[in-house]
């Protein structure tokens, strides 16, 4: 199986960013931001938004390249857009805290609305 991350497996245009921000589930981590949105096509998709505020570029592409790992090594079940909005602190986290962060929300992420959580939200 190819390593590569195909073009197909990302977002591209600002709508469809736009598209998961609005009507997709957010979930807040130490490290990164997510957002979660099923979709009707085969695959996942994700999307990076790295802003300055994270760094120069140097900083905001390796952010991005760590969490194109993530998701090419831990790919969603099912067929979701994810967009992923990095915190500082994902620049100098061990790669373990990242995994575990990025599965823990997620499979929150991927639950039915109204599943589990406090007072069944």
Same mark, same amino acid.
């Given at each position: 199986?190819?390593?590569?991350?195909? $073009?197909s497996? $990302?977002? +591209?245009?600002?709508?469809?960013?736009?598209h =998961?921000?609005?009507?997709?589930?957010?979930? +807040?981590? $130490?490290?990164?931001?997510?957002? =979660?949105? #099923?979709?009707?096509?085969? @695959?996942?998709? &994700?999307?990076?938004? @790295?802003?300055?505020? %994270?760094?120069?570029?140097? @900083?905001?592409?390796?952010?991005?390249? $760590? &969490?194109?790992?993530?998701?090419?090594?831990?790919? #969603?079940?099912?067929?979701?857009? &994810?967009v992923?909005? #990095?915190?500082?602190? &994902?620049?100098?986290?061990?790669?373990?805290?990242?995994?575990?962060?990025?599965? =823990? %929300? %997620?499979?929150?992420?991927?639950?039915? @609305?109204?599943?589990?959580?406090? +007072?069944?939200?």
């Amino acid at each position: 199986m190819s390593q590569k991350f195909p $073009r197909s497996g $990302r977002l +591209h245009r600002r709508s469809e960013f736009q598209h =998961v921000y609005d009507r997709g589930r957010r979930l +807040h981590g $130490r490290f990164m931001t997510l957002f =979660v949105l #099923p979709n009707d096509l085969a @695959a996942s998709r &994700l999307g990076v938004s @790295a802003t300055r505020k %994270l760094g120069r570029a140097v @900083a905001r592409s390796r952010a991005k390249r $760590r &969490l194109r790992e993530l998701f090419r090594t831990g790919r #969603p079940a099912g067929p979701v857009d &994810l967009v992923i909005v #990095p915190r500082r602190e &994902l620049l100098d986290a061990p790669w373990r805290d990242l995994q575990e962060e990025y599965q =823990v %929300l %997620l499979k929150k992420g991927l639950r039915p @609305a109204g599943a589990g959580g406090r +007072h069944g939200r």
